[in-house]
């Protein structure tokens, strides 16, 4: 009887979990077949666009040309990669699990066909699931993107379920470890927002007519709004290490100009302690001023008490709970809510009063408010929504926004602060009308 | 109506001409019996202030002296020493900023401010003419005048007698370290937490010869000042002062006096520029003495690395300790806050080893020497990377030139020579901010060169 009370709760909840959760592409239990399975010259690998099929079929080659993903691997042992290894004290970056969770489509060799190889980086696979799981389904001429998907292709049509995967490397999670030794070490800071970063790949498909029958194309509200989400809620599960083991908790978890300044411009009343790394929390309250009105204020609320139970570990554990309860509602919301035109103008013009009212920002913060703002407005543009002569006015607001951050070590929140002021000029149609 | 005392200058007023002589024994006498008349009678040691001690005929003469002492000490201090504008700071801009920075009304109301930047002793200790508002001022360093002050200016009373009456023996390096680091470090009541630096109090950085050279003196160590004092010569004082710095340090971290704020420790005890640089070019390197892997703050071990270098120089066995015990250190402090304490107590105790081995040997002539050699040599194989350890190892091996000359070692002409090459390392490090460790190492290897 005792057995059954307790396994009961996890019979309800494993269906529902996996329907919310699906695996990561890297944790599927299936063949991993390489980029040269996908990308062979009759399927993924044609030089040129086919006229007439639903999908371009030259994506092997716009990945290979255009996305950094593809070089993924080589990063590791170029000249770069081989001296950040050696500080770390690794000699082959090329074969170290460390460096391969991020850097390649790192599976067990086991798992691994052969056509596949290490050495293609974030290939294919990393992003879509193991082709050994739904090859067969998905050159069906028949296939689907639901059956595909059902068989085991990773569903990146859906906000949510992208946004985990991407920021599983590129904010790091217990299995893609990104820490303080590691940049110190000389890797670049990590910096992500899902919208902007999925078209700077850049996307290697034409979202058309049949490209939509096929699959829904995610708007980029709901592209922003759930990478931020998920961001926020990743930012707490890391937050594990928030406890010192040493003198010091996992500092890669703090936002790094709060330290990484010169001391010739201390002395401006900029707290002692460091802040967390936590844009995308503000970043989370703007999206519930737009989904969720109710759930901003505890948002809001609930990320001044983080940053203050930073400083007192025995807080920590209540407000983490209590945040993620509302960030889970978020995700909820955000799933549930109909995507809906006016989502991206009321992000915009809730973005800009947030970001001038807390003047000035951390460069992390101001940098999350730049990208969601360009993301955003471009997509008005894109979807009709604002007017060519507006758009030309408000571009030249983001690249003044995006001026004020191109050297984060001469950063100026005035510069910034400027710059916004300017934008939200530019954009009164947008702005005159309250979220 | 006010009763006014007559001034002793007034009665010194005979003019240039008059003979010193005679003059100083009026004002010394008068003086004495004006002091004994402000010191009460009941024993108690009280703080009589500046201008007590500067009379013109006294300590406020407007230009040296042939006597024993300058007599100038007072414009000296009055017009170059930094502790004399050490009040004046605090009610200065920056320091009104700092103040407000740190939620206090005012710095010059504030006993954390007060406590390091003027005479702050109790109000019942403080004599009719004492003023806060004079900053760090004679009493400070020499102690409360009421119990010295009549023997002191008849002349008659040694520099024993002085002291036996609790003038403070600034002369004793051991004495003097202890002092100045009571604010130049911290200690009790006084610590410059990160919290005073985020608010915008510069960084603390202190070498105790080349500080007191630079304060600037206001003596003049000549033959009779040798008759009456002990002069440690400046090998002794650098290595005391390392040694009383890096025990201070490690005793305060490990006091647990200053947990530090929440999941941190307390900022202050580590190397500020191992956080505080702005984002270049990756800069962490493999360092012998630090075997820390990158991305982590370590504790700041400039004094210790001076001391490491010393112990090697005067005992190479003593040095490996040293160099093993500062590892462990570094190690334990990523491990537990009770592994770093017991690592900087075992650290300590070695320290402890070179302070009985110091006080215990002449440090004669071939000293600075061997210990300039060790220091430029670590310099150059890139165990001063940090910007503190490089300022540490220009205030020495600044100060071993200093001391070659002085024992005679290197003449004037080669001192100059030697002393335009240390005029390069104090450019490689003048701005904390940009500073290139590669410079300072060019700048090491001139210097290496020249003394080959």
């Known amino acids: 009887m005792r057995g059954l009370l307790v396994l009961l709760p996890l019979v309800v909840a494993a269906p529902l979990a996996g329907a919310a959760t699906p695996t990561l592409p890297q944790d599927a239990d299936a063949r991993f077949l390489g980029v040269d399975t996908c990308g062979s010259s009759q399927c993924h690998a044609s030089p040129e666009p086919w006229r007439n099929a639903t999908v371009m079929m030259n994506e092997r080659l716009q990945w290979q040309a255009r996305d950094r993903h593809a070089r993924a691997w080589r990063d590791l042992v170029g000249e770069r990669g081989q001296a950040i290894a050696g500080k770390l004290g690794i000699d082959e970056p090329g074969t170290a699990p460390a460096c391969l969770q991020c850097h390649a489509t790192f599976v067990p060799v086991a798992q691994r066909g052969p056509a596949f190889e290490l050495e293609d980086g974030v290939g294919c696979e990393s992003c879509h699931g193991a082709g050994g799981a739904f090859l067969r389904t998905h050159v069906q001429p028949t296939s689907s993107h639901a059956g595909n998907v059902a068989a085991g292709m990773y569903p990146n049509t859906e906000p949510a379920a992208r946004a985990r995967l991407c920021l599983s490397c590129h904010q790091g999670d217990a299995s893609h470890v990104v820490n303080h030794r590691l940049y110190g070490a000389g890797h670049p800071r990590l910096r992500f927002e899902l919208d902007t970063y999925s078209a700077l790949q850049p996307y290697h498909f034409n979202p058309d007519a049949d490209y939509r029958r096929r699959k829904p194309l995610p708007p980029h509200f709901a592209l922003w709004a759930n990478g931020q989400v998920v961001a926020a809620r990743a930012l707490l599960a890391q937050l594990d290490d928030a406890t010192p083991h040493g003198l010091f908790p996992e500092l890669a978890r703090y936002d790094c100009h709060g330290c990484h300044r010169p001391l010739g411009r201390g002395g401006n009343g900029t707290p002692a302690m460091p802040r967390l790394l936590d844009a995308p929390l503000a970043m989370s309250v703007v999206v519930a001023r737009v989904i969720a009105p109710a759930l901003a204020d505890p948002l809001g609320r609930g990320r001044v008490a983080l940053a203050a139970a930073v400083g007192d570990p025995a807080q920590l554990a209540t407000v983490r709970q209590r945040l993620d309860a509302d960030l889970a509602a978020l995700a909820d919301a955000a799933s549930a809510s109909p995507p809906a035109g006016s989502q991206g103008a009321s992000a915009v013009t809730a973005l800009l009063a947030d970001g001038r009212a807390r003047a000035p920002l951390a460069f992390t913060h101001a940098e999350s408010l730049a990208m969601a703002l360009s993301t955003l407005v471009t997509a008005e543009f894109e979807a009709g929504r604002l007017a060519p002569p507006a758009y030309a006015r408000a571009t030249s607001g983001l690249d003044r926004v995006y001026a004020a951050l191109a050297d984060e070590a001469t950063y100026q929140p005035d510069r910034l602060a400027a710059a916004l002021d300017e934008l939200a000029a530019a954009l009164p149609s947008l702005t005159s009308e309250s979220p | ?452």
Not at chain 2, 6 to 30: C, F, K, W
Not at chain 2, 151 to 173: C, F, K, L, W
């Open chain 2, 1 to 452: 109506m006010m009763f006014h005392r007559r001034e002793p200058s007034r009665v010194a007023g005979g003019g240039r001409g008059a003979h010193r002589a005679s003059l100083s024994l009026i004002a010394a006498l008068l003086l004495g019996a004006a002091c004994a008349a402000a010191a009460e009678e009941d024993g108690i040691a009280r703080y009589l202030g500046v201008k007590t001690c500067a009379g013109s005929t006294c300590h406020g003469a407007g230009g040296a002296s042939d006597s024993r002492v300058l007599q100038n000490e007072f414009q000296t201090w009055h017009r170059s020493d930094r502790h004399a504008q050490a009040y004046t700071a605090l009610v200065s801009e920056r320091g009104q900023r700092i103040a407000r920075n740190l939620g206090l009304d005012d710095a010059a109301a504030a006993p954390q401010c007060l406590a390091c930047h003027a005479t702050f002793v109790a109000v019942e200790l403080r004599g009719k003419r004492f003023s806060l508002s004079d900053g760090v001022g004679c009493e400070s360093c020499h102690g409360p005048a009421s119990r010295w002050l009549g023997q002191h200016v008849t002349g008659e009373a040694s520099r024993a007698d002085n002291i036996a009456a609790g003038m403070y023996p600034t002369e004793d390096p051991v004495r003097r370290a202890e002092l100045c680091l009571g604010c130049h470090l911290g200690g009790g009541e006084r610590f410059a937490d990160h919290r005073l630096m985020g608010a915008g109090h510069p960084r603390l950085s202190f070498e105790l010869d080349t500080f007191t050279r630079l304060q600037p003196a206001h003596f003049r160590v000549d033959e009779d000042y040798r008759a009456r004092k002990r002069v440690a010569p400046g090998l002794r004082v650098w290595a005391v002062g390392q040694l009383a710095a890096a025990r201070r340090f490690l005793e305060l971290f490990a006091s647990g006096e200053h947990p530090g704020n929440g999941v941190f420790p307390e900022f202050a005890f580590f190397d500020c520029h191992a956080c505080h640089h702005a984002f270049t070019t990756p800069r962490w390197q493999p360092r012998a003495s630090n075997p820390l892997p990158p991305g982590t703050p370590h504790l700041n071990d400039a004094n210790l690395l001076m001391l490491s270098a010393l112990a090697a120089g005067l005992d190479a066995e003593l040095g490996m300790r040293l160099d093993d015990a500062l590892a462990s250190l570094h190690r334990a402090s990523v491990e537990s806050r009770d592994a770093a304490v017991a690592a900087a107590r075992d650290l300590d105790a070695v320290l402890g080893t070179l302070a009985t081995a110091i006080a215990g040997t002449a440090l004669d002539a071939r000293d600075p020497a061997t210990v300039l050699r060790g220091l430029i040599e670590r310099g150059l194989a890139g165990d001063y990377n940090d910007y503190g350890a490089a300022e540490q190892a220009t205030m020495a091996i600044a100060a071993m030139v200093d001391a070659l000359a002085e024992t005679g070692d290197i003449d004037a002409a080669r001192r100059a020579a030697l002393t335009l090459k240390v005029a390069a390392l104090y450019d490689a490090t003048a701005n904390q901010d940009t500073w290139q460790p590669t410079a300072f190492v060019g700048a090491l290897g001139t210097l290496h060169d020249a003394l080959d």
